[in-house]
């Protein structure tokens, strides 16, 4: 078979051993599928907390103006940030 020569050569020296002059890097913590998604829902959750005082406090001491908008609020508000949450913790971890 033909070699690809642009398929760069495996590195096959006996040497594996970092020297001690170069710094090692910590390791950087690495959390699961699942604690990523525990953490999602737990951000979607405190969201959800904050948003609904707020609008319920208003809804509650002055009457809603704008028919269900505190229902609406209540529910896309701590999605919106639970997503954005997610993919900015994702790509915080998945980043070399």
């Known amino acids: 078979m033909p070699e690809n020569r642009e398929k760069p050569a495996a ?4 040497n594996t051993e970092q020297s001690s ?6 390791k950087r913590w690495r959390p699961s599928r699942a604690l990523r998604s525990i ?3 737990f951000v979607g ?14 809804t509650i001491m002055y009457g809603d103006m ?7 609020m209540m529910l896309t508000v701590p999605v919106i940030a ?10 915080w971890l998945d980043a070399e």
């Open 11 to 14: 590195d096959t020296s006996s």
């Open 45 to 58: 959750f405190v969201a959800f907390v904050i948003v609904s005082g707020i609008v319920l406090y208003k």
């Open 21 to 26: 002059d170069e710094p090692s890097k910590p």
């Open 66 to 72: 704008i028919e269900n908008f505190g229902i609406v």
């Open 39 to 41: 953490l999602m829902v």
């Open 82 to 91: 639970a997503v954005a949450f997610r993919v900015g913790l994702d790509s």
